[in-house]
């Protein structure tokens, strides 16, 4: 993995809007039932958190923030570690 120095250039959490517009151009998806879905819902079901240097990457079980791994005792938090 890069370091998190690097990783910061392009950094971007995905927003519900970011989700939206991916089924936007998808045909066989239906956009009034991803409407009603909830962030936290729409990045399990895409399995994606960040796009990072115009890549979409999978973070789950990172800060969201600083991307570091997260551990065990950090997780009520909800995907955040205790600095961030």
């Given at each position: 993995m890069m370091n998190t120095k690097e990783l910061k250039k392009d950094n971007n959490l995905l927003s519900k809007k970011d989700?939206?517009?991916m089924v936007e151009n998808d045909p066989n998806?239906?956009?009034?039932e991803f409407k009603k879905m909830k962030i936290k819902?729409?990045?399990?079901?895409f399995k994606l958190t960040h796009k990072?240097?115009?890549q979409y990457k999978n973070y789950y079980g990172?800060?969201?923030k600083c991307?570091?791994?997260l551990r065990a005792?950090?997780?009520h938090h909800e995907n955040?570690?205790?600095d961030c």
């Open positions: 989700f939206l517009t998806l239906n956009i009034a819902d729409l990045r399990e079901f990072i240097d115009g990172y800060c969201f991307l570091t791994p005792d950090y997780k955040y570690c205790l």
